[in-house]
C-alpha cells in the first residue's frame, strides 16, 4: 500500500510545481522590449587621466590618496628639485655674466668709434699737408693703413655686441627652461576628478613619463555597450538612452548615444552574455550628461555593472520602467 503512495504523492507533487509555475512565471518574467528599443550589458566607465612626470627624477610627495576628490589645478605630487634648482643659480650666473658681457662689448664699440674718428681726421690732414709738401707720402700710407685698421676694429667690436647679445637670449632661455621645469615638477590634476589609483609613494624615483596618479573624470561617464547591425544601423549619435544599474535596479539614469562604431567587431569577454561574445557586434558608447553628473558628482562610481537601453525609433515611447527616476 505504502509503494502505491509514493508515486501517487510525487504526481501531486510534480503537478502543483507546475501550476505554481504557469501562474506565476509571468509575474518574474520581465516585459519584453518594444521593437523600437534594443539593450545590451556593460559597465560605467569614466575618462581616466594620467599624472604623470615631465621628467625623470625622485618622489617628494604625494598629497593625495586613492578615493579622494580632487580640484582643478590642485598640486597632487611634487617632484624632487635639487638638480634643477643648481641648474637655475647656474644659468642665472651665466646670464649675469652675458649681460656684462654686452656693457663691455658697447663700450669697445665706443672706444672703436673714438679711435676711427681720430685715424680718419689725421688721414685727412695728411691729405692736405701731404699736397703742400709738408710730410712725406709714407706719413699719408701710414695714416691710411691706421684709418682702414680702425674702420675693421669698429666691425669686430659691433659683431662682438651681436655675439653677446645672443649669449643673453641663450642665457634668458636656459633661465625659462629651468624655471619651466621647476614648475613642472609639481604635478597638478587638469580635471576635477577622484584618484582612482595612487601608483607611488615618496622616494621613489621615477623615469620620464612614470604615473604616479591616475585621476578619474566624473563629468565624463559612460556605459559601452554591443548591438548587432540590424539595431546598430538604427543608432544614431544622440539617441535617448537610458541606464540601469544592478546595485540600483529600482534607479533609471537618462543618458544619450555619444558613439557609434564604424565597424563590427567580436565583442570582448568582458560583456556577460556569451551568445552576445561570439558575434560580430557594434559597438555603441552611451553617455550620461555632465550637468547630471556635476549635480551628483560625490555619488558616481565606476565600474558598476548595468544595462544600458537605447531608442532605436524617435517616436517609440519609454515604457514605464525605464521612465527617468533621477532628479534632473
Known amino acids: 500500500m505504502s509503494g502505491n503512495k509514493k508515486p501517487i504523492l510525487v504526481g501531486i507533487t510534480v503537478a502543483l510545481l507546475a501550476i505554481c509555475i504557469f501562474y506565476l512565471l509571468p509575474y518574474f518574467t520581465p516585459e519584453p522590449l518594444p521593437s523600437g528599443i534594443a539593450s545590451g550589458n556593460g559597465r560605467i566607465e569614466a575618462t581616466e587621466y594620467d599624472i604623470s612626470t615631465r621628467f625623470a627624477g625622485r618622489v617628494s610627495t604625494v598629497n593625495a590618496k586613492e578615493g579622494d576628490m580632487v580640484e582643478v589645478g590642485q598640486v597632487l605630487a611634487v617632484m624632487d628639485t635639487e638638480e634643477f634648482s643648481a641648474q637655475l643659480r647656474e644659468a642665472k650666473a651665466v646670464l649675469t655674466q652675458a649681460l656684462e658681457g654686452k656693457n663691455y662689448a658697447y663700450a669697445i664699440v665706443e672706444q672703436r668709434k673714438s679711435e676711427l674718428s681720430y685715424w680718419s681726421a689725421e688721414f685727412k690732414r695728411a691729405l692736405e699737408l701731404v699736397k703742400k709738401s709738408h710730410i712725406s707720402q709714407e706719413k699719408v700710407d701710414q695714416d691710411r693703413n691706421a684709418q682702414q685698421t680702425a ?68 563629468t565624463d561617464v559612460y556605459m559601452t555597450i554591443y548591438l548587432p547591425s540590424g539595431q546598430a544601423g538604427k543608432v544614431r549619435i544622440g539617441s535617448e538612452a537610458r541606464l540601469k544599474l544592478d546595485a540600483l535596479p529600482d534607479v533609471v539614469i537618462p543618458a544619450t548615444v555619444s558613439f557609434v562604431a564604424p565597424e563590427a567587431q567580436f565583442t570582448p569577454k568582458e560583456v556577460e552574455t556569451r551568445t552576445e561574445r561570439e558575434k560580430l557586434m557594434f559597438r555603441v558608447k552611451v553617455k550620461i550628461s555632465p550637468e547630471l553628473l556635476r549635480k551628483h558628482i560625490e555619488k558616481v562610481k565606476t565600474g558598476l555593472p548595468g544595462v544600458a537601453f537605447v531608442k532605436l525609433d524617435d517616436k517609440v515611447q519609454w515604457p514605464v520602467e525605464l521612465i527617468t527616476s533621477v532628479p534632473q
Open 151 to 218: 674702420i675693421a676694429a669698429l666691425s669686430a667690436a659691433k659683431i662682438q655686441v651681436l655675439q653677446s647679445e645672443a649669449a643673453i637670449e641663450a642665457a634668458k632661455a636656459r633661465v625659462e627652461r629651468l624655471d619651466s621645469n621647476i614648475a613642472d615638477s609639481s604635478l597638478t590634476t587638469p580635471i576635477r576628478g577622484r584618484v582612482l589609483y595612487r601608483l607611488t609613494e615618496p622616494g621613489e624615483i621615477l623615469a620620464g613619463g612614470g604615473k604616479v596618479l591616475t585621476v578619474l573624470e566624473l
